[in-house]
């Protein structure tokens, strides 16, 4: 659609589900978070994961979501967009959309098997870890309290210090 003058750099969409949904504005404090949290996953540029933020990754039916963060297995990217089967952690801010991320990007990201999604409350300052994705749903769900630290499941020495972002 770019390439046919229908969008341009300027427009803020997904495509989910086959649709274009347009994006709510970054706020300020989602945008320290996300940052923050860049900056604890991964701050050494050829380590293992590769960290991307913001830019899209392609799922079934057909769709692109642009979490916030995707922890990636290490591979060059330069030819496609990663898939689901490229991700190991992905973390969304939500700060307008929060029942959408939940209840859409959630269940799109289990139905493609993502391993584990991290889902932060950016009004409520809250941090919840889905994970065992089965048949569109995570099986395991777990809130932990700012003082917790959350391992990634897949990325053994990666993890989030909630009390160190917020």
């Known amino acids: 659609m770019a390439q046919s ?6 427009d803020r969409v997904e495509l989910i589900g086959g649709e274009l949904v347009e994006m709510a504005p970054i706020g300020s404090r989602h945008a320290f978070l996300v940052d923050r949290l860049a900056e604890c996953l991964g701050s050494d540029p050829f380590a293992s994961p590769m960290v991307r933020v ?3 990754i392609v799922l079934d039916e057909p769709s692109e979501p642009q979490p916030d963060i995707t922890l990636l297995k290490r591979a060059n990217h330069a030819d496609r967009h990663p898939t689901a089967t490229d991700v190991l952690l992905i973390v969304e801010g939500s700060h307008a959309t929060l029942e ?6 959630l269940a799109l990201y289990a139905r493609d098997g993502v391993p584990e999604v991290s889902l932060f409350d950016v009004t409520a300052g809250e941090l919840t870890v889905y994970r065992e ?8 769900l777990r809130k932990p309290t700012t003082s917790e630290a959350t391992a990634a499941l897949l990325v053994p020495g990666v993890g989030i ?3 160190e972002v917020v």
């Not at 003058?5 to 300027?10: A, F, P």
């Not at 959408?100 to 990007?105: A, E, G, I, P, S």
């Not at 994705?133 to 395991?140: A, K, M, S, T």
Request: aromatic share 12%.
């Open 5 to 10: 003058g229908l969008l341009d750099e300027t």
């Open 100 to 105: 959408y991320d939940r209840d859409v990007k």
């Open 54 to 56: 913001q830019n899209p």
């Open 161 to 163: 210090a909630w009390a």
């Open 133 to 140: 994705p089965i048949e569109g749903q995570y099986r395991l």
